[in-house]
Nanobody
């Protein structure tokens, strides 16, 4: 069982930066690959970024590659999403998820989710 709690969202102007954090409970954090997804009003939850169990491999959606960075600290049971050059289109609720197996780009592959943190980017 893994419980996830996101934090770090807020209101920021276009071009600004935010760092989201996801705190995980449990002693098996390092056995899960982690991902960040986002959901805007009226839209489906979409993939943003993912990181392997060790942190050696990272994956990004085309829309955020070069602007966002995902990293993790297994000693602290934390995963982060550093977001830069934010655009109004990045406005959404951001969720972190934990995955054992399956396609890292797909919501259904993730076993556990946090409640989400709101990111609002003003133009």
């Amino acid at each position: 069982q893994v419980q996830l709690v996101e934090s770090g969202g807020g209101l920021v102007q276009a071009g600004g930066s935010l760092r989201l954090s996801c705190a995980a409970s449990g002693r098996t954090f390092s056995s899960y690959a982690m991902g960040w997804f986002r959901q805007a009003p009226g839209k489906e939850r979409e993939f943003v970024a993912a990181i392997s169990r060790s942190g050696d491999s990272r994956y990004y959606a085309d829309s955020v590659r070069g602007r966002f960075a995902i990293f993790r600290d297994n000693a602290k049971n934390m995963v982060y999403l550093q977001m830069s050059s934010l655009e109004p289109e990045d406005t959404a609720v951001y969720h972190c998820g934990a995955r054992s197996i399956g396609n890292l780009y797909v919501v259904q592959s993730y076993n556990y989710w946090g409640q989400g943190t709101q990111v609002t980017v003003s133009s």
